[in-house]
C-alpha cells in the first residue's frame, strides 16, 4: 500500500467546561481487556450535499461530544491492588489528519492486515498511562477521495455497545442533530464498593472466567502456543448456511423445544468444534471457550439507558475436544446455551463481590494487545467469540454519507473471534477469526464442509 503521510496532529477538548474529578471505576472495567480496542470505517468520496471540511467537521463535533461524554476526554491511572480509576481532567482526545496515495479498492474484501495498522492510531503503551488518551482516531484521505476514520477506543473505560453510542452521538452532532440517548455516567450501579443487597440463599460461587484456563496436556501453561505465527480470516455464512446449522441444532436431542439455539449458540458450538478439529486436539484435551455476554437487562434492576461503561462479562463453557467432536453440534451448543443462561442478577454480584476482596487485579487483566504473553485466557486449546451481531454497528454518518464498509482493526491473537452481522443486511454472518498460522486452512475446510 501507498505509504500514509501524516498532516496534523489535533488533541479535542471538550467544547465547554465539563465536570472534573477522580471519577471510580467499576469492577467489570478493570478486569479482561484493558487495552485499546481498534476499529475501521471506510467512506466513498463525500457526497457533493456535503460543504463542508472533513477535518474541521470531525473535529468541532469531537469536541460537542466530549462535553456530553467527557469520561472519554480523561486519562487513566493506577491505584495500589492492580486497580485504576479514571482522572476526568478534559485532557481530552487524539485525532490525526493523514492522507495517502491508496485508493479504497486497493483494500479488496477489507480483510483486516497489518496494512490497517497505518490507517488506526497506535497506542504507545510504554507511555505513563496517565498520558494515554482513552480515544484516538485518524481520518486518512487517500487519491480517489475517499476517506477512512481508524479509532482506538480504551476497553477500560468503555465496551462496544457504549463506544457505538459515542460513535454514533459525535455522527448525529456532526450531522447538525441533537442527541438521541443521553449517556448516563454513574457507575456505582455496578461499583463493588457499595454494599451487595442480602440474598435469599448463600448464592454458589462459579465464576470460571476467573480461574485457570485448560493449556494443552503437557503444558503447564500457553506462552509458546501465544507466541506462534498466527493470521487472521473473514469468514462469510450465509443466510441459508446458518438456516441450515439451525435447523440441524435445533431439531437435536439437545435443544430446549420452547426456546431453541440463538444465531450465538449455533454458531459459537460449530466454531468451537471446527478449531477442535483443526488444532488436532487428542480427544482428552481439556478446551473452554469465552463469551461475552452483556449484562445491562440481566441484572436487577436493569441499567439505565444509555448506560455508558462497561456492562459485559466474560462466562465460560468448557468441555474435551473429545465430547465436542464425536457428539453432535446440539451438544456444543448447549454447553454454551448453560453457561449463557447461569448469567443471572446473582452471579454478576457474587462476581463484584469476588472481584472487591482480590487482593490484586492484574492477574486478571488481559494484557494481550501489549504484546504479553500474560492474560487469562486465549490462546490453544481455548477460544474467545465476541458477538457484535446486536450492536448498531452500521450507518455511522458524519454528513457525507455512510461508510462502505466498517469492521474490527487488528487486535487480535490466537483463537481471538468476532462474530458479525453482515454489512449487506441479508440475513448472512461474518467471522471474524485469529488462529495459528499452522491451523487456519483446515479450520476453514471444516467450517465450510461440516455445514
Avoid at 461499583?191 to 493449556?215: I, N
Amino acid at each position: 500500500m501507498a505509504p500514509i503521510i501524516l498532516r496534523n496532529t489535533y488533541t479535542v477538548v471538550p467544547a465547554e467546561p465539563a465536570w472534573t474529578g477522580r471519577f471510580p471505576l467499576a469492577e467489570w472495567d478493570q478486569v479482561g481487556t484493558i487495552t485499546h480496542v481498534p476499529t475501521i470505517y471506510f467512506y466513498d468520496k463525500p457526497s457533493e450535499s456535503f460543504q463542508g471540511d472533513v477535518v474541521e467537521t470531525l473535529k468541532n463535533s469531537l469536541s460537542r461530544a466530549l462535553f456530553h461524554f467527557y469520561p472519554m476526554a480523561g486519562r487513566l491511572r493506577w491505584l495500589p491492588r492492580g486497580r485504576l480509576e479514571l482522572d476526568c481532567n478534559a485532557a481530552g482526545v487524539t485525532l490525526i489528519q493523514a492522507e495517502s496515495e491508496a485508493k479504497l479498492s486497493d483494500f479488496n474484501d477489507f480483510t483486516p492486515t497489518p496494512e490497517f495498522e497505518k490507517l488506526i492510531p497506535q497506542v504507545n503503551y510504554k507511555s505513563p498511562i496517565e498520558t494515554i488518551p482513552l480515544l484516538l482516531a485518524q481520518v486518512t484521505k487517500f487519491n480517489c477521495g475517499g476517506l477512512s476514520l481508524g479509532v482506538n477506543v480504551s476497553h477500560a473505560v468503555v465496551d462496544g455497545q457504549s463506544a457505538l453510542h459515542f460513535l454514533s452521538e459525535w455522527g448525529r452532532i456532526a450531522r447538525g442533530e441533537p442527541l438521541k440517548t443521553i449517556p448516563f455516567l454513574d457507575r456505582k450501579i455496578l461499583w463493588a464498593g457499595e454494599p451487595l443487597p442480602p440474598f435469599a440463599s448463600p448464592p454458589q460461587f462459579d465464576h470460571k472466567e476467573f480461574e485457570q484456563p485448560p493449556f494443552l496436556i503437557g503444558e503447564t501453561d500457553n506462552v509458546e502456543e501465544r507466541k506462534k505465527k498466527t493470521t487472521v480470516a473473514m469468514l462469510k455464512l450465509s443466510k441459508p448456511q446458518l438456516e441450515k446449522l439451525r435447523s440441524r441444532v435445533n431439531t437435536s436431542e439437545f435443544a430446549d423445544p420452547a426456546r431453541g439455539f440463538t444465531r450465538y449458540e449455533t454458531v459459537a458450538g460449530h466454531v468451537w468444534r471446527c478449531a477442535c478439529k483443526a488444532r488436532g486436539h487428542s480427544p482428552e484435551q481439556p478446551t473452554a471457550l469465552g463469551i461475552c455476554t452483556d449484562i445491562r437487562r440481566r441484572v436487577e434492576p436493569p441499567l439505565p439507558r444509555g448506560y455508558f461503561g462497561n456492562a459485559t462479562l466474560d462466562v465460560v463453557a468448557a468441555s474435551t475436544s473429545g465430547e465436542l467432536i464425536s457428539n453432535e453440534l446440539g451438544f456444543a451448543s448447549g454447553k454454551i446455551s448453560k453457561a449463557i443462561k447461569n448469567l443471572t442478577n446473582e452471579y454478576v454480584m457474587v462476581g463484584i463481590q469476588y472481584l472487591k476482596n482480590q487482593e490484586d487485579l492484574k492477574k486478571l487483566q488481559d494484557l494481550h494487545a501489549l504484546g504479553s504473553t500474560e492474560g487469562p485466557f486465549y490462546g490453544n486449546p481455548n477460544l474467545g467469540l465476541v458477538s457484535w451481531l446486536t450492536l448498531p454497528m452500521y450507518g455511522l454518518d458524519f454528513g457525507w454519507g455512510k461508510e462502505v464498509y466498517m469492521g474490527p482493526g487488528t487486535h487480535y491473537c490466537d483463537g481471538d473471534s468476532l462474530l458479525l452481522p453482515d454489512q449487506n443486511e441479508d440475513g448472512s454472518l461474518v467471522l471474524a477469526t485469529c488462529l495459528q498460522v499452522a491451523h487456519m486452512e483446515a479450520f476453514k475446510k471444516h467450517f465450510y464442509e461440516d455445514i
